[in-house]
Structure formats: C-alpha cells, structure tokens
C-alpha cells in the first residue's frame, strides 16, 4: 500500500518564500517521475511542475517559471517544490502524485492521469 504524506504549506505574505515536501512510502521512489499540482477554490487543478526519475530533468508551468524549483531526494524518497517570490495567485491547496509509467512532459502534467497522491498542503499568500 502506498502512502504518501505532505508537509510545508502555511500562509506568508507576497514575495515570501515556502518548501513543500512530500514522502512517498511503499512504491520504488527512484523509478517515478513526480509532479506537483495545486488547485484553488473554484478552479481546475493546475499541474505546476515534474521532474524526471533520477532528477535530471524537470518541467514547470509558465506561472511559476523561474519561482518555483523542483527537486527529489531518492535516497529519502522525498520531493520537494521551493516556492519562492510566492504571488497571491499562488494560493492554493498543492498536491504531489505520480502514477506507474508516468513520464515528466508538459503534455502528461496536463493530462496524465495519477495514481498516487498526497492529502495536499495549504498555501496561502497575503497581499
């Protein structure tokens, strides 16, 4: 059985900064591509970034380019998303999930659909 948990969410004021991390127990961490999502009240959940198996690759929607980095820790099975120059608009609850053969494209972030998820952490940004 897989079990996933998040922590790292809160509230801080714009241009703030935030780490998620998200622990993964029961799957081989190292041979799933992972991603972060996030979904605000009222929207569609937005995939915000993935990154490849060993890391050496990752994906980030236009919104948060340039802001937000992906990253994972194989060896503690954990993935992180550093959140920084945090924006009002990026107030949501963000999820981590990842699923068998799902590959880090900007198309699957989109698309893919994900077997494995967090319960989500609350980010909230003050203006």
């Known amino acids: 059985q897989v079990q996933v948990v998040e922590s790292g969410g809160g509230l801080v004021q714009a241009g703030g900064s935030l780490r998620l991390s998200c622990t993964f127990v029961g799957l081989t961490f190292e041979e799933y591509a992972m991603g972060w999502f996030r979904q605000a009240p009222g929207k569609e959940r937005e995939g915000v970034s993935c990154?490849?198996?060993?890391?050496?690759?990752?994906y980030y929607a236009d919104s948060v380019k340039g802001r937000f980095t992906i990253s994972r820790d194989n060896a503690k099975k954990t993935l992180f998303l550093q959140m920084n120059e945090l924006k009002p608009e990026d107030t949501a609850r963000y999820y981590c999930?990842?699923?068998?053969?799902?590959?880090?494209?900007?198309?699957?972030?989109?698309?893919?659909?994900?077997?494995?998820w967090g319960q989500g952490t609350q980010v909230n940004v003050s203006s």
């Open positions: 990154i490849h198996q060993s890391g050496s690759s990752a």
């Open positions: 999930a990842t699923a068998t053969l799902f590959s880090c494209t900007g198309e699957n972030l989109a698309s893919y659909r994900l077997t494995y």
